[in-house]
């Protein structure tokens, strides 16, 4: 089992990685945890700040491992939908002198288009929304993330 954001600002850590210490880095930041309760199998800690990390690199490092930390289970409060659902026009979008590219991905701390053998990191938005605005109009290009 590996660790996950149980809610936006609480992170779920197993017990065996517990007793050898940790760390919790936010984009390279580390960040304070607050104990808050443990079960059998794991301990949950509430994470300092108030900034919105979804979409951030989590890491918790311990011992000499690191990982990822899992943020999907987010997707599953009730509330998520209600800060996270968009109805802004996604995909690519055409104009006679740019095209806007632009995807939802809530979950991803930074996205990138391929796109005729460049590459362009996309700008995260509000809701999980990234895009990037590039000159011409690509209607037709074959490009992906």
């Known amino acids: 089992m590996n660790s996950y954001l149980s809610n936006y600002h609480e992170i779920c850590i197993p017990n065996h990685i517990i007793g ?3 760390s919790l880095f936010i984009n390279n930041e580390e960040r304070k945890c607050q104990f808050v309760s443990i079960t059998d199998k794991v301990s949950y800690y509430n994470i300092t700040g108030n ?10 490092k311990y ?17 998520f939908d209600d800060i996270y659902a968009t109805d802004i ?4 979008i ?3 002198d740019y ?11 930074s996205v990138v288009l391929s796109l005729d053998n460049a590459s362009y990191k996309l700008q995260r938005l509000d809701r999980g929304v990234y895009e990037i605005r590039v000159d011409g ?9």
């Open 63 to 79: 011992g000499n491992q690191q990982e990822h930390v899992d943020v999907t289970k987010l997707a599953l409060l009730m509330d």
């Open 137 to 145: 109009d690509l209607d037709g290009h074959l490009y992906y993330r």
């Open 99 to 109: 095209t806007i590219f632009r995807l939802w991905a809530p979950f991803a701390s």
């Open 89 to 92: 026009e996604l995909g690519p």
């Open 20 to 22: 050898s210490g940790f």
């Open 94 to 96: 055409c104009h006679d």
């Open 51 to 60: 900034d919105e990390i979804l979409g951030q690199e989590i890491i918790l």
